[in-house]
């Protein structure tokens, strides 16, 4: 997630049809003797659907590859336990990372150099070149595979919206009018008009990054070690006052301050949240894991300030392996990822194979996201398989349309997550205390957030 999108002209696409120029399979010799990986599947609380689908995915590769046993293990990415995970074994050979981590983990050799392997890919040369950077450590070195790039997104009640007397088709597309929208939310239903993660875990302080990205400030300048912190930007008061004016002034957040990306998620899917952020790419886990009743979805561009920085915070996900995998099963490790993460991106039978299993099993197939490789690509595999979208695109169609009007800037470079760490206590500040001094807690959170950087943490 760190330095994607700047200057870049990026075109939503819904995450099935995405492609790249005409590439084919890496092609490696089957392991002589059997093998067995284990890969990362869904997250934990998945749908029994969702489970099948996964299933059936492993069947046809094993069916494809009878020298290579898979066995799916539940997976959520966590940045707080990933080391304890790595130092007792726990990870499987393959799983995902966010773009944010991706880097430094590749730095410290916690996972896998592949550089040899992917370069086998022939669709290895027409990844976005900033997107490939993601997967780069500063010597050169390829440590995953980029699968998959979103934007923060604001995801909206529909139902809510329409017994509020708002029009759905109409979200928000400024702060001030946000506010009031949520204000009219709280008010008419009795739900949370506007809700934002709150939890020390990272996430308190990613949403904060994001809305501040809105207005046009930054946490940091710089990359590395001797990258400057900036958390105490005028943009991130704005942000925070912002935040503290819908929470006391208005109520329109509810009662509950602790969300965290699960939470909040399963909150919005049962009706409890009238708007709130998170990646545009958030439709499946919706579906698969908290049991969205898609009528009510909405989705719609992040509302932009006037001015020439603001911007819409971008990210994604990558492919890795465990460091420890070496030889036939780094080989079977990446014809995996060749074959579950990459090839319905570059191969019409893939794609169509892919997307037939989804629809089986009753999975989402169009979730809007953003291209790895072109937008020739995109329009080409958008023809493959348009016939089995079964997202409502016209529900997304203000994020569809209006995203190609904003700028998608990185997340902070250096020290991403421990910058989020520092800002989640100014945050849960905010929620719990009405007087809270916003200034000095955040020249408080900048010297942790400076420190953290200085020592590469």
Excluded: C
Aim: charged share 20%.
């Amino acid at each position: 997630m760190k330095s994607i999108f700047r200057a870049l002209t990026l075109v939503a696409v819904p995450a099935a049809l995405l492609l790249a120029v005409g590439a084919a399979s890496m092609a490696t010799a089957a392991p002589r003797a059997k093998v067995t990986i284990s890969v990362a599947a869904l997250r934990p609380g998945s749908s029994d659907e969702a489970k099948k689908q996964f299933n059936d995915n492993v069947a046809l590769f094993e069916k494809q590859h009878p020298n290579i046993d898979v066995k799916a293990t539940e997976y959520a990415w966590n940045g707080a336990t990933f080391a304890a995970q790595l130092a007792a074994g726990r990870l499987p050979t393959v799983f995902t990372v966010p773009f944010t981590d991706a880097r430094t983990l590749g730095e410290h050799r916690q996972v896998a150099d592949i550089t040899a392997a992917i370069k086998r890919f022939a669709y290895f040369k027409k990844f976005q070149a900033t997107i490939i950077a993601e997967a780069t450590t500063a010597k050169g070195r390829v440590i995953g595979v980029p699968y998959a790039a979103y934007a923060q997104a604001l995801h909206y009640n529909r139902a809510l919206f329409k017994q509020a007397g708002l029009n759905p088709n109409k979200p928000p597309t400024t702060w001030a009018q946000l506010r009031k929208y949520a204000k009219q939310i709280a008010e008419r239903t009795g739900q949370t008009g506007y809700a934002q993660m709150g939890l020390n875990d990272n996430t308190a302080g990613w949403i904060a990054t994001t809305v501040t990205y809105t207005l046009g400030g930054r946490m940091e300048k710089g990359r590395g070690t001797s990258a400057t912190a900036t958390l105490d930007n005028a943009y991130t008061v704005q942000a925070l006052n912002l935040l503290r004016q819908m929470r006391w002034t208005d109520k329109s957040m509810g009662s509950t301050y602790d969300y965290t990306w699960p939470t909040i998620n399963q909150a919005f899917a049962a009706g409890k949240i009238g708007m709130f952020i998170n990646g545009s790419d958030i439709y499946t886990f919706l579906v698969q894991a908290a049991s969205l009743d898609p009528s009510i979805y909405g989705i719609a561009p992040l509302p932009l300030a006037k001015n020439k920085t603001a911007g819409v915070l971008g990210g994604g996900s990558i492919a890795v392996v465990r460091p420890d995998t070496k030889g036939a099963k780094l080989d079977a490790a990446m014809k995996w990822i060749d074959f579950f993460y990459m090839e319905k991106l570059v191969k019409k039978p893939a794609a169509l194979r892919d997307a037939r299993i989804l629809v089986a099993n009753k999975q989402p197939v169009g979730v809007p996201a953003f291209p790895i490789f072109n937008k020739k690509q995109y329009d080409l595999a958008n023809s493959w398989v348009k016939p089995y979208i079964n997202v409502p695109i016209t529900q997304m169609a203000p994020f569809l349309r209006g995203v190609f009007k904003q700028n998608l800037y990185p997340e902070p470079a250096a020290s991403t997550q421990s910058v989020y760490h520092a800002l989640d206590p100014v945050v849960q500040a905010v929620f719990s205390d009405r007087n809270a001094n916003i200034n000095d807690l955040l020249a408080q959170a900048n010297d942790v957030a400076q420190k953290a950087i200085r020592e590469g943490k």
